[in-house]
């Protein structure tokens, strides 16, 4: 069965960076379009960024531009998100998503395969 599990949360302070890593299991990642959301406490589940499964095109949210890297080691089945400049407002717990298509959209819904989560907290 399809698996993913997030790493790298943790607390930093503001301006610090983290990177997130999602290992896949039961699946190959060259097929999926891969995507990262996230979940503030009291707020919706929001989309962060996405990567496509073929052409490896790339999408971010309007507030994570320039600051966030997508990015896929289709070899080790791995998709990381490079968080930096970190903000408090980026605190929220971070999930990997799969879709069982090549192309990447924003929407949570289209994702067919959820990670638990890791918890980002950006200290001011």
């Known amino acids: 069965q399809v698996q993913l599990v997030e790493s790298g949360g943790g607390l930093v302070q503001a301006g610090g960076a983290l990177r997130l890593s999602c290992a896949a299991s039961g699946l190959t990642l060259s097929t999926y379009a891969m995507g990262w959301f996230r979940q503030a406490p009291g707020k919706e589940r929001e989309f962060v960024a996405a990567k496509s499964g073929n052409s490896g095109s790339t999408y971010y949210t309007d507030s994570v531009e320039g600051r966030f890297t997508i990015s896929r080691d289709n070899a080790k089945n791995t998709v990381y998100l490079q968080m930096n400049s970190l903000i408090p407002e980026d605190t929220a717990v971070y999930y990997c998503?799969?879709?069982?298509?090549?192309?990447?959209?924003?929407?949570?819904?289209?994702?067919?395969?959820w990670g638990q989560g890791t918890q980002v907290t950006v200290s001011s």
């Open positions: 998503a799969a879709r069982s298509s090549v192309r990447a959209t924003s929407s949570s819904l289209t994702y067919n395969y």
